[in-house]
């Protein structure tokens, strides 16, 4: 048990490595072209809306402290703290979606999709940063899709997890299962924590 | 290891232990996933070597006669996908590391038996993508696909290909996942990591070039695909894209994909080395670590594909003096299996030709890899057959030789029985000689100027294009005689002993086809990797009781 | 070294000899390592052949001496060959300072040339021997590479961007040209020759045939179409900056940064304005992206290379007129439209 237990845990980080190499791509990309139109960049960022980012920054962080504490549930018998911690982080997941779709639907509204009907227009809008705006909506988008998936995915894992422990599956002896979607969660939690100043940020120092 | 515990022929073992298709598609026994892998890889190897038949045709004529410009670009765009994602990569792990890690550590089997059988159904999926789209047309770009053409000029079917490179690229993944965690937490007890055999600290390398590279080329398959689809511009100039960025990002991934082609290889190599000379690998300790840097270097040298690019010259630099870094441990192991044969008992066994006709056509290859690395060299061969030359003496004089080397070595492990051993000498042969003929020619048409992918060329380079024709035909030959024995000897082969060369290595101290389970009991490792003295000799002997022992020498 | 060896192509550069004696040192050490640790396996293989079937071999233990050995001395060998190969390297991407410029256009699936005084070429280049020639190169579609074997130089031809490439020709004649980028359909069709001639018959082609005006005079009738004399005004009155003696200065940037005012500066400018703006200057140029092809591009280009120190004593930093040899089209007036 012992030994399957540090090979589920073994095996969860190795996945994880995978995945940085995954996202590094994309990050790649963003730090080539942010340096290359750092201007394009900061006025398209700036049109993000940072208090929802800040919102959706703090309920992944409450959602990951919600995890721990799931963990510990588990780790301690704890069956009541389990559930509890599980359905209030697919909650919290759950809402970081919510808000997130919030914010594309206003970005498709105002037509900053970088699809056929992009639109750098208004009187706001500095008509020569059009392209590298484009360009910073098509990384936004890419990347942040990109996480919301991985979001989509843990939150299925949760409510797997939730069911076996509601079946009473784990208890101090066995609930590898519980510390691996923990350790994954963490995971998505932290390429948030990059996103939110990398996408939301850029220059905002200076406003 | 009690030798009445052995049987030479098991009553129930892996392979008729259950019968039915479910329990071959539904298995979770790391032997018969690597079967299944096995029949997988065999078909695309050989799918991939038909593309290579027929645009070798093509060339056997200057001028562009049989097919038109467009198929031939989709038969070598074909031959590279098949050969580089669905054989090279995939080969050596998924079948004969499948099958073997668990048993060389003393395992029950692998850390994940499940994903396992994912990986296999991925590959397959994959594969099918894959298929698909060469058969509704084919793909054009090369398997390099380097944008803006294949991002946004070219008009094949360049989505449904990139999908099934995608998808299996998760099979490579998920493999790696598998071997890091178990050969990290499952090795029997006694079982230290100095007292592993080679090719497990090959397979850990790979698995680690696994498990880093292979997300990066599905970004870069993901990118190409949303800039056909959105026309995102991210590599297209006129959107402020950068078309060379590609070509980093394709690479970072694609350079080590070539370590996880040969490192596997290298291991089976070591292993054939000193079971068939009965002497310990010479320098064990330098050849694990050599392994180790190879999959750590391999990740810096990327840019040697693009000296001629517009990269900077300074870039250049760098990757040239890191390509030749990268190439001293490779010179080390292959020193080091010279060394082994120093005294050694050596036989002269179908695995030992194919060991060394791997270590000469390694050497060459690596060599004309120095030819590579040097920038002004560089310039003018690079993108000319002087390349092929280099990557097909490596790829198939190397890796190649090590998987069919390593087929023959473990044949009895796998099915019980024997490979006829007259016809395993004389294909290794018709392939030795059929390799060459093939690949040594283009060495030279390269350097006299013969670009790449080019399906009419200059007339003076017919001649060494008929060579090349006439050598992949008697290759093709090569391939097909192991082919056709391995099936025969599956019902008529003489039935094995369970450790027939012998050797003390854990495979071989369970019985020959394995028992589901793998070894009745745990084993117990009391003795050091490639231990060769008598009394070891003495009990492997002891279990190597058969109807009829290989001849030796 | 210029040993001419049967399976060598022709060494038809001042370049070739070096790449070829690289070439012919690396095979030598290649057949004398391999053949070496071929000939080691070979007689081992005879001499320790298994003799009983059941014999066991004495163990040698490995030797950190022979280990060092052969790491040390390979690693010395690879980096002695680094340095060998970055030095040609460097020889063929330092361009010289002089030499006769032309401009190649890479399009699916021709070249297509631009000599300084006009003459354009399709998929053949006439150039003089002995003479350094610099190839500026740009790419209307996807990526190409340059290729001639006979000079053994390539240089990848990108969209977006101008790479360059040189020689000096030492032999007449016609030599192969390929292109060595997979490109598509055609890719093995896109090839010509370079015809490298006396000075004489070179003289007697450069005169022959029509032309229609040089590039640079071709560059200044784009220049006039285009408006863009409307902002870049000869007198400096205009909202563009001074074109005059810009080819070759150094360009104060807004925001503090400088860059040199060479071809791909120029051609950025016209692409993409926004990217630099000159210190003193309003960002109000539009894009002229996607308005005339790479070759017409080359053209202005070229014109705005010709285009001499201002009227007025300027502050024209290195001469236009020396970093191209092409022809200094005296400065006409400009009225004002």
Redesign the interface.
Do not use: C, K, S
């Given at each position: 048990m012992e030994?399957q237990r540090?090979?589920g845990t073994?095996?969860m980080w190795?996945?994880l490595?995978?995945?940085i190499?995954?996202?590094?791509?994309?990050f790649?990309?963003y730090t080539?072209?942010r340096s290359?139109?750092a201007e394009g960049f900061a006025a398209a960022s700036h049109q993000l809306d940072v208090k929802l980012g800040a919102i959706n920054t703090v309920v992944l962080i409450a959602s990951s402290f919600t995890m721990a504490m799931a963990v510990y549930g588990s780790q301690t018998g704890k069956r009541q703290l389990l559930l509890v911690c599980l359905i209030l982080t697919m909650i919290f997941g759950a809402a970081f979606l919510g808000i997130k779709a919030v914010e594309y639907n206003t970005k498709f509204e105002h037509h900053l999709f970088?699809?056929a009907g992009f639109k750098w227009e208004s009187p706001e809008h500095d008509p020569?940063?059009a392209?590298?705006a484009?360009?910073f909506f098509?990384i936004y988008f890419?990347m942040t899709s990109l996480h919301a998936l991985h979001m989509i995915i843990g939150l299925g894992v949760m409510a797997v997890i939730f069911y076996y422990a509601w079946r009473g599956r784990y208890s101090p002896e066995y609930h590898a299962p519980v510390e691996v979607s923990g350790l994954y969660w963490h995971f998505v939690d932290i390429v948030w924590i990059f996103l939110f100043p990398l996408l939301y940020l850029i220059g905002s120092h200076l406003h | 290891m009690a030798a009445e515990t052995i049987h030479t022929s098991p009553r129930v073992h892996y392979i008729n232990a259950n019968y039915g298709w479910k329990s071959w598609l539904f298995t979770r026994d790391h032997k018969r996933i690597a079967l299944l892998y096995l029949a997988s890889v065999t078909l695309f190897f050989f799918l991939g070597g038909a593309y290579a038949v027929a645009l070798r045709l093509e060339l056997l004529t200057p001028q562009g006669d049989l097919v038109s410009a467009e198929t031939y670009n989709k038969l070598f765009t074909a031959h590279g996908i098949l050969m580089v994602f669905f054989f090279l990569i995939p080969a050596i792990p998924a079948v004969l590391g499948n099958f073997l890690v668990p048993l060389m550590i003393g395992a029950r089997d692998l850390?994940?038996p499940r994903i396992n059988l994912l990986s296999w159904y991925i590959y397959m999926v994959g594969g099918l993508f894959t298929l698909y789209a060469l058969i509704a047309g084919g793909v054009d770009t090369g398997w390099t696909f380097y944008t803006p053409y294949s991002s946004a000029f070219s008009n094949t079917h360049v989505l449904a290909v990139g999908i099934g490179i995608f998808i299996t690229g998760f099979s490579s993944?998920l493999t790696?996942?598998?071997f890091?965690?178990?050969i990290?937490?499952?090795r029997a007890p006694g079982m230290t990591w100095f007292r592993l055999p080679l090719f497990i600290w090959s397979h850990y390398a790979t698995s680690l070039i696994m498990?880093?590279?292979?997300?990066?080329i599905?970004?870069?398959v993901l990118?190409v695909a949303?800039e056909r689809i959105?026309k995102?511009?991210?590599f297209d100039p006129a959107?402020?894209?950068?078309p060379v960025?590609f070509q980093h990002?394709f690479w970072f991934y694609s350079h080590p994909a070539v370590y996880i082609m040969i490192l596997p290889s290298m291991g089976v190599i070591s292993e054939l080395v000193s079971n068939m000379t009965r002497k310990q690998i010479f320098g064990y300790k330098f050849v694990a670590f050599a392994s180790i840097a190879i999959a750590v270097f391999g990740f810096l040298v990327w840019g040697h594909h693009l000296f001629t690019s517009s990269q900077s010259i300074y870039a250049g630099m760098i990757f040239s003096i890191l390509s030749y870094a990268v190439s001293v441990p490779s010179a080390i192991k292959v020193f080091n299996w010279t060394a082994t044969l120093y005294k050694g008992s050596i036989s002269y066994q179908t695995p030992m030709l194919y060991a060394f006709g791997f270590i000469g056509l390694f050497l060459i290859g690596g060599m004309t890899g120095l030819f590579l690395a040097a920038l002004g060299l560089d310039v003018h061969v690079h993108d000319t057959y002087f390349v092929v030359a280099h990557f097909h003496y490596i790829m198939v004089g190397g890796t190649v030789m090590g998987y069919l080397g390593g087929m023959h070595y473990w044949w009895p492990k796998i099915s019980g029985r024997m490979y006829p051993e007259g016809w395993g000498r004389f294909s290794a042969l018709v392939i030795f000689v059929g390799f060459n003929l093939t690949f040594f020619p283009q060495f030279i048409a390269g350097y006299m100027g013969m670009p790449r992918r080019y399906y009419a060329y200059a007339p003076d380079f017919q001649v060494l294009n008929v060579m090349s024709t006439a050598g992949a035909s008697i290759l093709g030959v090569g391939y097909l005689i192991p082919m056709v024995y391995f099936i025969w000897s599956m019902r008529y082969g003489p039935v094995a002993a369970a450790n027939p060369w012998p050797s003390p290595s854990l495979e071989w101290q369970t019985s020959s086809p394995p028992p589901t389970e793998n070894f009745e009991e745990t084993p117990i490792v009391t003795w050091e990797a490639y231990q060769f003295d008598e009394q070891m000799m003495a009990s492997s002997q002891r279990s190597a009781v058969s109807d009829e022992l290989p001849a030796s020498g | 070294m210029l040993w001419q060896l049967p399976f060598l192509p022709v060494q038809a550069s001042t370049f070739a000899g070096r790449v070829d004696t690289l070439f012919l040192f690396l095979v030598a050490l290649t057949i004398v390592v391999s053949g070496g640790v071929a000939g080691l396996e070979f007689y081992f293989a005879v001499k320790y052949r298994r003799r009983t079937p059941d014999e066991v071999p004495p163990q040698v233990h490995g030797s950190m001496k022979l280990e060092v050995i052969w790491t040390v001395i390979p690693f010395i060998v690879a980096m002695g060959i680094f340095v060998w190969g970055a030095s040609v390297y460097f020889t063929l991407y330092r361009a010289p300072k002089e030499a006769l410029e032309i401009y190649v256009t890479g399009k699916q699936w021709m070249w297509r040339f631009q000599h300084p005084d006009g003459q354009r070429e399709i998929n053949e280049l006439h150039v003089p021997v002995g003479r350094r020639v610099k190839l500026l190169m740009a790419s209307e579609d996807v990526i190409h590479a340059f290729y001639v074997p006979a000079f053994r130089i390539k240089n990848d031809v990108v969209p977006g961007r101008y790479t360059t490439t040189w020689f000096e020709a030492t032999k007449s004649g016609p030599f192969d040209l390929y292109c060595a980028e997979y490109c598509g359909t055609n890719h093995s069709g896109m090839i010509g020759k370079v015809h490298v001639m006396e000075p004489a018959e070179y003289q007697a082609w450069l005169s022959g045939g029509a032309v229609e005006g040089s590039l640079a005079s071709r560059g200044e009738k784009l220049f006039q179409e285009q408006a863009c004399i409307t902002c870049h005004r000869a007198d400096a009155q205009g909202r563009g900056p001074l074109l005059n003696g810009l080819f070759g200065s150094r360009v104060a940037l807004q925001g503090g940064a400088t860059v040199i005012a060479d071809e791909a500066y120029i051609r950025e400018s016209i692409v993409?304005?926004?990217?630099k703006i000159v210190a003193g200057f309003q960002?109000l140029m539009p894009t002229f992206q996607g308005r005339f092809t790479e070759e017409r591009m080359l053209e202005l280009i070229a014109y705005i290379k010709s285009l001499g120190a201002p009227p007025q004593a300027g502050t024209s930093g290195a001469g236009a007129q020396g970093a191209a040899s092409g022809v200094a089209t005296p400065r006409p007036s400009q009225t004002p439209k």
């Open positions: 030994q540090e090979a073994l095996g190795v996945f490595i995978t995945e190499m995954f996202f590094g791509g994309l790649m990309a080539l072209y290359m139109n970088p699809g020569r940063l392209q590298p484009r360009m098509w890419a | 850390a994940f993944i790696g996942l598998n890091i965690v178990t990290h937490t499952m498990i880093l590279g292979t997300p990066v599905a970004i870069t990118l949303l959105l995102i511009g991210l959107l402020g894209g950068d960025l990002l | 993409n304005p926004q990217a960002p």
